[in-house]
């Protein structure tokens, strides 16, 4: 038995995960614990505290006991406002408290993105232009061109978690450019999982989102690879690419 341990910011979109579990198989647990999120909203400020150590170590016990074979912040904004450096110390700091390996979601989005063998992307985030940027500079700083931004002005996780089909095909929609080889859909506040397939069909190209992403470093962490078709090209074992 593979355990996967998430620490996942509030409540919103964290039903992707138990939906997730499901395609995995039945020898892979996801185990996840709820931070104290302080403020909900997607500011600069705010979202700094959020991933603070102190706040992130208040789970690591939980997760340590539950037998957690790694740990995964599942928060994009909460690690890569930290910048790249700050986001590297904020994994440290984690897997020192959890004496686990451990990573974020923000790291996530990078090694997928390898893994999958993009170098240009295009995004489509729910946040606000500033913090949007922010995940744009992240990526850059890992060598991930980032083609275009499309900002949703998104406050509030809260806000987010509501989001239908239709809004999240509308956002990887306005998103993508022709010369963007994948669309990233950050935020583990919204809702996926159930919509990779569709979202995929419709682009014509790999999609990665933040909560698919978070899985797959957790199971990257944990030294496992599965071959799920219907989370995306991320999870076969011949990923789509385009040139």
Not at 103 to 122: D, H, L, M, P
Not at 161 to 188: I, S
């Amino acid at each position: 038995m593979t355990a996967l341990g998430f620490l996942y910011p509030g409540h919103s979109g964290e039903d992707d995960y138990p939906r997730i579990e499901q395609l995995l198989g039945s020898d892979i647990r996801v185990d996840l614990v709820h931070t104290d999120i302080g403020e909900d909203a997607h500011r600069v400020d705010a979202l700094l505290e959020m991933g603070s150590p102190q706040r992130l170590a208040a789970g690591v016990s939980e997760l340590r006991l539950a037998g957690a074979d790694a740990v995964v912040w599942a928060c994009t904004s909460g690690s890569f406002v930290h910048g790249w450096d700050g986001a590297h110390e904020q994994v440290r700091a984690l897997a020192q408290a959890a004496g686990l390996p451990a990573s974020s979601t923000s790291f996530a989005f990078v090694n997928a993105a390898k893994e999958i063998g993009v170098r240009r992307v295009s995004v489509g985030a729910t946040y606000p232009d500033d913090v949007a940027r922010l995940f744009a500079d992240f990526l850059g700083a890992a060598g991930i061109e980032v083609t275009d931004v499309v900002s949703s002005g998104i406050i509030t996780a809260a806000e987010v978690g509501t989001w239908t089909e239709a809004e999240v095909l509308a956002l990887a929609r306005a998103a993508d450019r022709p010369d963007a080889q994948a669309v990233l859909l950050p935020d583990t506040a919204l809702h996926t999982v159930a919509h990779i397939p569709a979202l995929e069909k419709e682009l014509g190209k790999p999609v990665l989102t933040a909560n698919q992403v978070t899985i797959w470093e957790g199971l990257r962490l944990a030294d496992r690879r599965v071959n799920a078709p219907e989370l995306g090209a991320l999870f076969t074992r011949e990923p789509v690419v385009q040139a």
